[in-house]
């Protein structure tokens, strides 16, 4: 391990001003739980650790214009727990419960997650069916991205050397919606995915047609994606079991997983299709309840 400057600000404003003194050789530190491995490895090099734990903030969950805010400081398993995320967008709260460990889910941040872009980790994927938006700031400015625009490649994001992601917004759920997570793990509880699922299903006030959908995968291409295919296929259609079997298939067009140890390329495809109809079902449920409910 190389030796390196550790900085521990306690404003943004400070870490910022950090960052744009050590530009690319600088490196954010937040649950550490990706980046002290990746040190270990000699993976990264920084000269600088800029860790953001005293920053004032950033830890916040909070509701925003119907919509729920997470800091970039949020513990995985402070969103599991949260009072206000457990009421408005469930769904969320058990991707994060679903993340290896406690004790890592103690430690690992929403932004850390973010910024890591392994195409492995649950909550981006959640976070993109739901519509997430990311913050994203640097010294004199800021902006703001729909978070299926933030994953560029395999561990790349758009952040730019000097930059932080500050927070994710996420809208809440339109009414008559239901939405689930599936997380397909044959090998042990704490481990990644093999294939992952986020759907959310909005049903017209009837409740018998479908007014939107949006389907998100982990684990099965160089970044967590949004299946467009499938998603077109159901909107404005009368649902059924048929269709919705029909968008599963249609989702196994839209991966390109790699073959390794969870599972061969062509497994994670015939999965994905397997897991995309289970979560359609789930997610159309839920909504078929909501209308029930709002009746
Ligand atoms: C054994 C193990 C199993 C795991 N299993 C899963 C799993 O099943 N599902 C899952 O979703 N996750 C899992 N994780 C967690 C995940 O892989 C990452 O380790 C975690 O999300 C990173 O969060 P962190 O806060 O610890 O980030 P850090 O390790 O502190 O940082 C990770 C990267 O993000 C950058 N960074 C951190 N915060 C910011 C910020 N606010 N702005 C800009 N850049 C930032 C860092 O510079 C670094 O490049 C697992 C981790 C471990 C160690």
């Known amino acids: 391990m190389n030796a390196f400057d550790y900085r521990a600000p306690r ?3 400070e870490a910022l001003t950090v960052l744009g003194e050590y530009g690319e050789d ?7 739980t990706a980046l002290v491995t990746m040190i ?10 800029v860790s953001l734990r005293d920053v004032e903030g ?6 925003t214009n119907g919509a729920v805010r997470l800091g970039a400081l949020v513990t995985h398993r402070e969103a599991e727990v949260s009072p206000l995320l457990r009421e408005r967008l469930p769904v969320l709260a058990e991707t994060f419960r679903r993340v290896a460990t406690i004790r890592i889910r103690h430690m690992a941040t929403v932004g850390g997650a973010l910024a890591h872009a392994d195409p492995n980790q649950d909550p981006p994927v959640t976070l993109i069916a739901l519509g997430a938006r990311v913050e994203i700031r640097r010294a004199g400015g800021e902006r703001e991205l729909p978070l299926e625009e933030f994953f560029r490649d395999y561990y790349e994001s758009a952040l730019e050397p000097g930059e932080l992601v500050t927070g994710v917004t996420v809208p809440g759920l339109p009414a008559a919606s239901g939405a ?8 042990t509880a704490d481990d990644y995915a093999t294939v992952a699922v986020a759907a959310v299903i909005t049903l017209d006030p009837d409740g018998e047609r ?6 998100a995968l982990g684990s099965v291409g160089v970044t967590p994606l949004r299946a467009r295919v499938p998603e077109a296929l159901l909107s404005g259609q009368r649902l059924g079991e048929g269709l919705i079997q029909a968008a599963g298939e249609a989702a196994r067009g839209e991966v390109d997983p790699l073959s390794d140890h969870r599972g061969s390329a062509r497994y994670k495809r015939e ?5 995309v109809g289970r979560a359609l079902t789930q997610a159309w449920d839920a909504a078929r309840r909501s209308v029930r409910v709002a009746r």
Request: glycine share 12%; aromatic share 4%; net charge positive.
């Open 210 to 215: 479908c007014s939107g959908a949006r389907i």
């Open 180 to 187: 689930t997570y599936l997380k397909f793990l044959p090998r």
């Open 11 to 13: 404003s943004l404003d």
């Open 40 to 49: 270990r490895q000699g993976l990264v090099r920084p000269t600088c650790l």
């Open 58 to 63: 950033l830890g916040r969950i909070e509701a």
């Open 26 to 32: 600088a490196r954010v530190i937040a649950g550490g």
């Open 271 to 275: 999965m994905t299709a397997v897991m």
